[in-house]
């Protein structure tokens, strides 16, 4: 525990009963430093699934009022960590107690490094950050289109169909997944099982929402797609090395909006990262979406 915080504060760890408060929080903060927010208690429960509540999220109470607070999703070698306080509390220390306890709790776990990400406007979290030795190490886009009354009829290439994700192709499913991602930076492929158990058995899994490109037998290109953010949302598409240079990530940009537009969905978001190697940003213009909003990573070795 950091003893950076005032004895009249309390800190303990999130519950999923804790959702909405939290999604109120967040929220307070992103309308102040973005001046816009889409975060809901549903979004929360849905991150609830990556972060292990008990030791990775930290709430913080004055009297019955949340002033503060972080969560730490752990997969992979570095954990990433976010942390808001309530505008009207700034100054207060409250950020750097909780960057102190998130650093502490990656350390606890054998973590040699530490990622904290931060909305680009975000000033204030960027000079903490800073000052504690982070530095800027990758930007992220979050890109949207809305969805009106037509959307582009998907065009794969010769010999390649589109259709819906079947449960018998779920191994095949994950790695292509693995496949398409291996040279994203900070990608870390989870085992299957884990894998399984975090997106098949979810209770709000949804297998008509997840579509692949098929070549004959063979998964050429997947994505995973959710309903989240008030719309639809693209939480992963890949094209295998064999199979790129195709059209297939385009295709099925296409047919998931039409899914999505049957669907009633008034846009269709995604996040990708601005230096991606296969130059998915430009692909994502040319299907006729545009940058919404921009969060920082900041990355710290820990010694």
């Avoid at 570095?78 to 102190?100: K, M, N, W, Y």
């Avoid at 030795?133 to 990758?138: F, I, P, S, T, V």
């Avoid at 579509?211 to 953010?229: K, P, Q, S, T, Y």
């Amino acid at each position: 525990m950091t003893s950076s915080l005032p004895e009249t504060l309390q800190v303990r760890p999130a519950t999923e009963a804790d959702a909405a408060a939290l999604a109120e929080l967040f929220s307070r903060v992103e309308l102040d430093v973005r001046g816009r927010t889409t975060t809901s208690a549903d979004d929360f429960l849905t991150w609830f699934r990556y972060v292990d509540l008990p030791t990775g999220s930290w709430l913080v109470h004055d009297g019955d009022e949340l002033v503060a607070a972080a969560v730490m999703v752990r997969h992979g070698e570095v954990p990433q960590f976010s942390a808001v306080v309530r505008p009207d509390r700034r100054g207060e220390g409250l950020g750097t107690a909780l960057v102190e306890l998130g650093e502490q709790a990656a350390r606890a776990g054998g973590a040699k490094a530490i990622r904290a990400g931060a909305p680009a406007e975000d000033v204030n979290a960027a000079e903490l950050l800073t000052s504690r030795g982070y530095r800027d190490a990758r930007h992220y886009f979050t890109m949207k289109i809305a969805l009106g009354r037509e959307t582009p009829e998907p065009a794969p290439s010769e010999g390649v169909t589109l259709g819906t994700f079947e449960l018998h192709e779920a191994e095949a499913f994950h790695a292509a997944l693995n496949e398409a991602f291996q040279d994203e930076w900070g990608w870390s492929a989870m085992p299957y099982d884990e894998w399984r158990k975090l997106r098949l058995d979810a209770p709000d899994f949804d297998p008509t929402m997840w579509f692949v490109a098929r070549d004959g037998d063979e998964l050429a290109a997947i994505a995973r797609c959710e309903e989240l953010f008030g719309g639809g949302y693209v939480g992963a598409i890949g094209v295998r090395p064999a199979w790129r240079r195709r059209g297939l990530a385009l295709a099925l940009l296409h047919y998931a909006f039409a899914a999505f537009r049957k669907r009633g969905a008034p846009h269709v978001k995604l996040d990708v990262d601005s230096e991606n190697p296969t130059g998915a940003t430009k692909l994502y213009e040319r299907a006729g979406m545009s940058v919404e909003s921009e969060d920082v990573v900041f990355e710290r070795e820990l010694t």
